[in-house]
């Protein structure tokens, strides 16, 4: 649920304009007792736009604050309406995305501190797959990835996977189909992303001796082209035979 939360009378005139173009968020106008109720909405993972000064929004949620994986995007707009700053979740909660999208609603400004397309990230594809998966099942899974995060096949560094993939055919033939170079790793290579892993699979584990192939091959290939920390910019999704992710490092 998108919920708006406005302060002031501008604030709230500012909140019905997002709503015509999110009708079926909720404006809470000076929510009371405001802390307490912020904050359930916070912990219950509610996509929150706050129409106020940064400082009130960050006193308040500072205490149920997790981590970029868990917690959801927040958005803080100034009553007028100019700015647009996506303050929690930039990238994995897709709040720098989100932020862009209300920003050209209302023609303001979006002003965003984390890391820059002017950066020239590198973005890398990891997936898994059962033995003998059909082509159909890893090229539409891989669209729906790319078109989560805005991404067309051209923005693909390289496609990677576990070694025990090298001589998987349909995922040399995506490769192949979109010009892109496929790398295979060892578990132990990949075991190397454990920590930034957006879960962790016992099943997974005990099968290949990773927690997470798609993760962790996505993770490390971004790594290797730059050297510097990757990140998840897509967490792992699946369909019926395949699992896919979008890593992310720059230069």
Known sequence: ??????????????????????????????????????????????????????????????????NKRQDPPVLVLDEEGKFVIPLLSGHEGGANEWGAQVAQALGAQLVMTTAQPYLNPVYTLGMGCERGCP???LESLMLDALDQKGLTPSDINSLSSIDIKADEVNLIALAEKYDW???????????????????????????????????????????????????????????AKATCAIGRSFP
């Open 1 to 66: 649920m998108i919920r708006v939360i406005a302060l002031t009378p501008a604030g709230k005139e500012l909140a019905q304009r997002l709503r015509t173009f999110w009708p079926d968020s909720v404006l809470d106008y000076k929510p009371k007792p405001f802390a307490e109720q912020v904050q359930r909405a916070f912990e219950q993972g509610d996509s929150l736009i706050f129409i106020c000064a940064t400082g009130i929004v960050m006193r308040t949620l500072a205490p149920v604050i997790q």
């Open 135 to 137: 082509l159909a099942f």
């Open 181 to 239: 170079a496929f790398h295979t790793f060892s578990a132990d290579q990949l075991s190397t992303m454990e920590t930034f892993l957006s879960s962790r699979s016992e099943y997974v584990y005990n099968t290949v001796g990773v927690y997470g192939v798609a993760e962790s091959a996505a993770l490390f290939a971004a790594h290797n082209v730059t050297g510097s920390e990757p990140e998840l910019m897509l967490n792992k999704i699946k369909n």
